[in-house]
């Protein structure tokens, strides 16, 4: 099976350029393509980790990827999607964030540049010193406002309040040289990247197609929706982090523990390497057996992002939790310190809001008033509940926040 059949039966492919031409560079094989990541953080999340594994796919059936770092247009960042324009990053912070996050690529991706295996690029490399009025003579013709101001991730924002910066609007003209930049020193006929891309790299197809008279393709990959439409890999805490300093093993495993049942096959189709037939034998499970499912998701996922011993030691943790165990070794912790406390205790409300399970007090009381708290396995309702803070010694206490959500609380004396 060549790796087009792959990602179309694993539900990955969204838009494409020319499908037959697509289908016939797969089945010949050696495909050189690349999938930019822009370095707006330290680490990946669970976004990211969508392309990783189209891109492992693709790797295992013979291409090869470049992992296209965005040093230069990180500089810029990306508005697509954003509704307002991205934070700017200092050089510095830039260079940082991209040095993690080739290390954590490193997990999923085989690199080994003189023997075929995956490329790592950096667009800072041609970019940060580019001459303006050269670029701007040289791409920036082939370029038609009209049509730019015509693509959906302009348009979106045009509708805003705060509008579209002059800056934010170079990020397509950026993105286009970068394919066209690949596709001369490095043979890249290719682009993959998420379906909110798809005006950027068409736009880096039509580059090529006008400067060199030469065929390039597209294409994008379904964004991780759940059954209500809904981005997923987002908590009350934020994104879903690969990095276990963000969220750890445990939190990691929960999150995929917790998805919806119609997300659930889905989610090992698209995120797992087990095989298609396993999966589909799945599509016939009901009731528990979806439970059995999830613990199988989130296992797996759990074991390709923080390896085998961290997936045991969180599906062990979360079976003792939900089966009344109680082992709280792996599960989330908030460490507080004596100035927390009002005096000599600290009140639920209080306590809910600085281990970050609810954003506000206002919702933590209506949480608490509606039942769906607990403590230490104790249903608390009172809103004015306060524990002394010595509760908080040796093992410390146990929120528990709705059916799934554990959370341990303990206290620096």
């Known amino acids: 099976m060549n790796a087009y059949e792959v990602l179309k039966e694993r539900g990955f492919i969204e838009q494409l350029t020319h499908e037959d031409e697509i289908k016939e560079l797969f089945e010949k094989g050696g495909v050189t393509f690349y999938i930019g990541i822009d370095p707006t953080a330290d680490s990946l999340h669970v976004g990211h980790f969508l392309t990783v594994m189209a891109m492992a796919h693709m790797q295992r059936c013979g291409n090869r990827p470049i992992c296209l770092m965005g040093g230069g247009t990180g500089m810029i960042g990306d508005p697509s999607g954003k509704a307002d324009m991205r934070k700017m990053m200092t050089v510095e912070t830039i260079d940082h964030n991209v040095a993690c996050i080739k290390n954590q690529l490193s997990h999923f991706i085989k690199f080994d540049e003189e023997n075929g295996g995956a490329i790592i690029a950096n667009n800072a490399d041609w970019l940060r010193n580019l001459n303006y009025i050269e670029f701007l003579r040289d791409i920036g013709v082939h370029f038609s406002v009209n049509r730019m101001l015509a693509a959906d991730c302009f348009k979106i924002r045009m509708e805003k309040e705060a509008g579209l910066s002059f800056l934010e609007f170079n990020y397509m003209i950026m993105q286009s040289y970068d394919f066209y930049y690949l596709f001369q020193h490095y043979g890249c006929n290719m682009q993959f990247g998420g379906d909110d891309q798809w005006s950027n790299m068409l736009g880096g197809t039509e580059l090529i197609r006008r400067k060199l008279g030469k065929d390039a393709h597209a294409m994008t990959i379904t964004l991780l929706l759940n059954s209500e439409g809904k981005k997923m890999g987002k908590t009350a805490k934020g994104a879903v982090w690969l990095d276990p300093n963000k969220t750890s093993p445990y939190e ?13 096959l889905k989610c090992l189709r698209m995120l797992t390497f087990l095989p298609l037939e396993q999966i589909d034998e799945m599509d016939k499970w009901e009731g528990s057996q979806l439970n059995t499912a999830k613990e199988i998701l989130a296992y797996e996922l759990t074991k390709l992002v923080h ?7 969180a599906q062990s943790a979360a079976r003792a939790i939900f089966g009344g165990g109680g082992d709280t070794a792996d599960m989330p912790c908030t460490c507080l310190c004596r100035e927390d406390a009002q005096g000599d205790s600290i009140g639920l409300l209080d306590l809910m809001v600085k281990c970050k399970l609810v954003p506000s007090k206002k919702e933590a009381r209506r ?18 509940a306060a524990f ?11 929120i528990k926040k709705g059916k799934k ?9």
């Not at 390896?307 to 030691?313: D, I, L, M, N, Y």
């Not at 002394?388 to 146990?398: K, M, N, R, S």
């Not at 959500?405 to 004396?413: A, G, L, Y």
Request: glycine share 12%; charged share 30%; aromatic share 10%.
């Open 252 to 264: 990691f495993y929960q999150y995929w523990r917790n998805v919806g049942d119609d997300d659930v």
């Open 307 to 313: 390896g085998q011993e961290e997936a045991e030691k």
């Open 367 to 384: 949480l608490v008033e509606q039942g769906g708290v607990e403590v230490n396995g104790e249903k608390v309702t009172d809103v004015s």
């Open 388 to 398: 002394p803070c010595t509760d908080f010694c040796g093992e410390g206490l146990v």
């Open 405 to 413: 959500v554990f959370h341990k609380v303990i206290m620096d004396q």
